[in-house]
């Protein structure tokens, strides 16, 4: 007898094989159990697939109040919106790495829980210059909102109005202060990109002041010009014409931003200068009641520096890895900030919040309130409105769910030893508030 070519081997085992997948994936033979390992793991990857397709997929979701997680809401945000928005919302700079070191920095940080502690009543309340507030879960500023949803910021505020939660505003938001602190029932806090226009940025906060705004949140990790390549290559296939809707150049823009309405801004060429430096944290400081916080803070030392110039607060944060890349995630910078800080200011923090666990952690490592910020635009741009509640019922829900099973039936409980991280034992540099 002749010997078989090698080729009709090949062929024998490649037509088992695909008999085999066939098997597989054929759901009404198919039986893991049965497989060797590579087919049972094939199985496994293409069922589970399969089963994400079906159940995750937005069309699956048809109200907010169907998602699981505040992450479902991002493929809804995806599909809802143009190519270009939607990059608006997600892009960082560069490779965007810092967007995604900041979530994933969380899964670093694992949960010690203890056992048999009374959590039949949950406290999850936190206090900010005197104002208790139901949750420490609060709504970062996001700018140009109406990008997202026709009602913009003001679709935010009546979510936060509804869950109680506090709500920053962005400089540059598409809907005026007076109008989001009537949909919100309340003053918000107002987030200042302070121009280069000092005549212009002492009316900005007038204005907030007069809205009854009782902080003001400094942004001071954003210059101009980042370089947010995913925006312009969702650009390249996003076939409407931006010039329809956008006026070209910045005085343009200035001019759809209400903060700037009836303001002379012939002179105003940037939201922020580059040669600020702490002496115009002096400045604010004597030009305003508010109290004065610091939005962008990463280390002990500005920390350190921020208090010397009588800073009211900080909110760690890296603003969503929007102004450089392959920083240290925020929850990374957090420690160290908080041990500069010692108890005597609040210090919030913000950057890859998407879980009730991940804001666990970071009140573990001593944050006051934490933030979130795409995820608000997902729920928005998804749903309006109640897509914004939904994904503030979703955290606090899930916030809650934790500290009743790690043991903590206070905010004020949540500490370091609820939690293991790197950080914690072999860095002591980074809970050593002194700079060196
Ligand atoms: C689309 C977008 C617009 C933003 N606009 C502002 C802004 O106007 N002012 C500001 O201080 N931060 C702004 N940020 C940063 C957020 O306030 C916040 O720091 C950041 O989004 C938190 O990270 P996260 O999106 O991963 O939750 C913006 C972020 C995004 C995604």
Redesign the pocket.
């Known amino acids: 007898m002749t010997a078989r070519p090698a080729s009709h081997a090949a062929n024998l085992t490649e037509s088992r094989r695909q008999f085999l997948r066939y098997l597989a994936l054929s759901p009404a033979l198919a039986c893991p159990l049965f497989m060797d390992g590579a087919l049972r793991k094939a199985y496994a990857a293409n069922h589970s697939a399969a089963l994400q397709e079906k159940s995750g997929s937005p069309a699956a979701i048809t109200s907010a109040d169907q998602a699981l997680d505040v992450m479902e809401f991002e493929d809804l945000a995806r599909n809802a919106l143009p190519p270009a928005h939607f990059a ?4 960082g700079v560069d490779d965007d790495a810092t ?1 995604r070191l ?2 994933n920095a969380y899964q670093e940080i694992e949960i010690r829980s203890r056992r048999l502690i009374d959590v039949a009543k949950l406290d999850t309340s936190v206090e900010l210059f005197g104002t208790k507030w139901e949750t420490p879960i609060f709504l ?5 909102m109406k ?1 997202f949803d026709p009602d913009g910021e003001v679709a935010v505020a009546r979510a936060a109005a509804k869950k109680h939660h506090l709500q ?1 505003l ?4 598409s809907c005026s202060i007076e109008e989001v602190t009537a949909a919100r029932g309340a003053p918000v806090w107002q ?1 200042l ?1 302070p121009t280069n226009d000092w005549a212009v940025t002492r009316a900005l906060i007038k204005r907030a002041e007069a809205a009854g705004s009782p902080v003001l ?1 400094f ?1 001071v ?2 210059q101009e010009n980042a370089n947010n390549e995913s925006i312009v290559r969702a650009r390249r296939v996003d076939d409407r014409e931006c010039s329809a809707c956008h006026e070209g150049g910045f005085q343009g823009y200035l001019r759809h931003k209400p903060a700037f309405a009836g303001l002379d801004v012939s002179k105003v060429t940037m939201l922020y200068d580059p040669s600020f430096t702490w002496d115009f944290v002096k400045r604010l400081k004597d030009a305003t009641q508010m109290k004065l916080v610091l ?2 803070i990463v280390t002990r030392e500005d920390a350190q520096i921020a208090l010397d110039h009588g800073v009211d607060g900080i ?1 760690v ?6 102004a450089e890349d392959t920083l240290r995630p ?1 929850i990374e910078c957090l420690p160290e900030v908080v041990a500069a800080v010692n108890g005597r200011i609040p210090v919030l923090v ?5 879980r009730g666990t991940d804001i666990f952690k970071a009140l573990a490592f001593g944050a006051t309130a934490v ?5 608000q ?1 997902w729920g928005l741009a998804a749903f309006g409105e109640s897509g914004v509640a939904a994904v503030l019922t979703i955290l606090r829900r899930e916030l809650e769910k934790i500290m009743r099973q790690a043991g903590t039936p206070t905010v004020r409980q949540i500490d370091t030893s609820f939690i293991t991280h790197s950080i914690l034992t072999a860095d002591p540099k980074h809970l050593d508030g002194d700079p060196d």
């Open positions: 608006y919302l997600a892009t967007v900041n979530h970062c500023p996001i700018s140009s990008v920053m962005s400089t540059v938001a987030q990109y949140v942004t990790d954003h939005k962008g909110v944060s890296n603003h969503g890895g929007r925020t913000d950057g890859g919040v998407r933030g979130f910020g795409r995820p635009a």
